[in-house]
């Protein structure tokens, strides 16, 4: 049993580390977040101490690093621009770090965090959860089975909707979330990479503020990846019956079924770090490499081999006039 501490309790995502926690039997001792809506710790944590400035946080952390509570892990679920400084101060207090994707935003912090680990001799991990889906565990054995010199076609589309307050917060800045590959790309941008191999040639189409498209070349693999937070880019099936999310990916045609698991896979991603077989941040390297290219590149238009998908009408950003 281990003692944890959460940075960015009141996030989306982090009733999903709450419930890892609880599943795999650990404790939580401390919770930190700006903003105090954090109810859904009393289904987890009620006893957790909360906090609402980091400092009073950082404090009580020191403190408990002088008794026999000692933090053990911290894990992060803060917005994508502030992990790098939550994973340095996971390190000093002398804990492990396990942190949501993106790891950081770009590719130099994570050489900066290699030299800080040392420092400090604690690991931080990243969660790819994506690694752990059984349908993509059975792909990747799959291709590894089958002709090295074999070159798959992949299509990849992924449509989550999101309203709005999606501009007016922190996710619309991309400075702060990376823009739309970063922050709804990243994890299958490592999947592709962790199945099918190393980026030889990256090619973006579109990158606006709801939608992004491009070409990959990867050692067996040519990949056309289509993303978007826009609801008018979904297939007319999908609106038809109220649905507000579709993912797709298809290999020589055949779609590859992932939709179902996602619900356990951070459970898993918990029990994998604690069983000593956490990705870090070598594995976590070439996907921030992806992301940050495609955030520096020049969008080519509607030329080469894109996505269907991409070929959809732009639309306006809902803040201008």
Known sequence: MK?????GAAGYIAPRHMKALKDTGNVLLAAYDKFDSVGVMDSYYPEADFFTEFERFDRHVEKLKRTDKTIDFVSICSPNYLHDSHIRFGLRVGADVICEKPLVLNPWNIEALKEVECEHGKKVFNILQLRLHPS???LKKRIEEGSKDKIYDIDLAYITSRGHWYY???KGDESKSGGIATNIGVHFFDMLTWVFGAV????????????????FE??????RWF???????LPESVKARGGR???SLTMEGTEIEFSDGFTELHTHSYQHILNGQGFGLDEAMPSIQIVNDIRHMKASGLVGDYHPMAAGELAKHPFEN
């Open 200 to 215: 030889k040639k990256n090619v973006v189409h579109i990158h606006t503020h709801d939608r992004a498209a491009g070409y």
């Open 136 to 138: 993509i565990v059975a």
């Open 3 to 7: 003692n944890f501490a959460l940075i």
């Open 245 to 247: 999310t579709y993912r």
């Open 218 to 223: 990867l050692e067996q693999a040519r990949v």
């Open 168 to 170: 007016a917060s922190w």
């Open 227 to 233: 993303l978007s937070i826009n609801v008018d880019t």
